[in-house]
């Protein structure tokens, strides 16, 4: 790629990509490595496998890279076309996941399968912008269906875990035992868990 990477806008990166551009999919993966790891933590309390909802995440992310038409997203950056992708993928995932109990989520998926998924439409085309309006409106249904089930204390300890803190640093910050934050985060998993399961059903 000629240039300074930095001097690319994703959307740029993104178009260039789909050109064929091999190392404007590495910057695009690095760029947002961040994003799909924040919406892990928030679905890893839902009974997740961290790792699987990473290769989720990234399959997401993918398919973003592969769909996004400036032109059809009225509009939409592709970080927030990304976003929509990434969520829906693992929350897919985890619902799938409370469904069948103990199953794993998914088998480990290399790059040349995720290629032929998309050469098999199996990830789907460019989302429409209903789509992704409705892809935000069910994030965030879903964040304040946890909100409304935590106490006020449980909200500031998922708020802290989501910002990327592990439970000694919230302990920390809000000034309580180690124990006493391990405790929250256990029950605000089961609460999420009950959740899920109950829209699942």
Not at 82 to 101: D, F, N, P, T
Not at 116 to 143: F, N, V
Not at 157 to 183: C, F, H, T, W
Request: net charge negative; hydrophobic share 35%; charged share 30%.
């Amino acid at each position: 790629m000629n240039g300074s990477e930095k001097e690319w806008t994703d959307e740029e990166l993104v178009a260039r990509f789909q050109a064929g551009d091999g190392t404007a999919a590495d910057v695009l993966v690095e760029n947002y490595k961040q994003l799909v790891r924040i919406r892990a933590r928030a679905l890893y309390l839902a009974g997740g496998d961290r790792e699987d909802l990473l290769q989720e995440g990234m399959i997401g992310l993918f398919n973003a890279m592969r769909t996004y038409r400036p032109d059809h997203e009225n509009g939409a950056s592709f970080r927030t076309y990304a976003s929509v992708c990434v969520s829906r993928q693992m929350y897919s995932a985890v619902q799938s996941s409370a469904r069948k109990k103990n199953l794993p989520l998914n088998e480990s998926v290399s790059i040349e399968e995720l290629e032929e998924r998309q050469a098999d439409e199996k990830l789907g085309t460019a989302q429409s912008p209903e789509s992704i309006l409705l892809g935000r409106e069910s994030e965030s249904t879903l964040l304040d269906g946890i909100r409304s089930v935590l106490s006020s204390y449980e909200k500031d300890v998922l708020d802290l875990y989501l910002e990327g803190m592990d439970y000694r640093q919230i302990a920390e910050k809000l000034g309580r035992p180690d124990k006493s934050v391990d405790n929250a985060l256990q029950r605000i998993r089961g609460k999420v868990q009950n959740l899920l399961r109950s829209r699942s059903a």
